[in-house]
């Protein structure tokens, strides 16, 4: 949401606030000269954005019909260009429409005298300023007041990325997914971790994420998007289901608990187990977890 408001504040002062200037000094309150003027006002900067975006000599497609060949846009991408630039036009209008409503009701009415005064108490001016200032405090804040303090959120001390301790890839497939979930809940409560499953269905994807946590900072992430549409699997950056471990505090102890995951994973699915480096290839367990003094070795 502040990024948000942010953009939309850019929007109004870089560009709207000149275009109001222009209206004012020439008395257009007509609603229609607005609506225009301000559907360009929500279209520009993102309409030039997202031409930008498609030169090169990049491709694309979406649900199998290209978009862009070779930076060449086609009837569907101008298509798809034109529902984000009317998308983004709409959202302006709104605005403009919004400054019309503003201009309606502070504009001066002329008395007998023909002396203009305005029909808008000063009072509720004030009033409004304030109330828009509150908002926008409000929106700022929001971030702030809905975060997640818990030891599920890997970004809760400000942190901007993580990156896993340990990638294992668990040679399954979605399938297997209500299994995999009953797994890292027992493990969970075996180590007194705190569990939480927030899969979610929407229309496109069905996004599966197991996530466990101890307060001290290891996290055992498990996450995949289903794409539903056209029957898509399991998304292909790894061939099988990715489960994570992560250190959130650099004083976690988040070895033992990766060996005895490991152990755990592997006496569940013998010979499924595969582990990734952080650029996605295949590797040995020890080269992504050190075996323990004394240990045999590793797979």
Known sequence: MPITLGVTLAHA????????????????????????????????????????????????????????????????GWKQYGMVVGALGGLGAVGGFIFWLTLKIGSPTADPSDHPKTSVNPRIAVVLAGIAIAASAVVFAIPSITKDRSCHNLFRDGRKSAEPKVSIDLDLTMDDWPAVTAFIKDFAAAHSMSFRDSSRSQSDVNARHLNSCTEEGIVIDAMEPVWTRKGYSHAPHLMGLPIWVYAAREDASWEGVSRELIAALESRWPGKLRFRDRMGNVVSESEVLPPENGSPGSR
């Open 13 to 76: 002062t870089l560009l709207g606030l000149p275009v109001a200037l222009v209206f004012r000094a020439k008395q257009w309150m007509r609603l229609g000269p607005i609506l225009a003027a301000a559907f360009l006002v929500g279209t520009t900067p993102g309409g030039i954005l997202a031409l930008l975006s498609m030169g090169g000599t990049m491709s694309a497609s979406v649900d199998g019909l290209p978009t862009i060949v070779n930076g060449v846009p086609t009837w569907v």
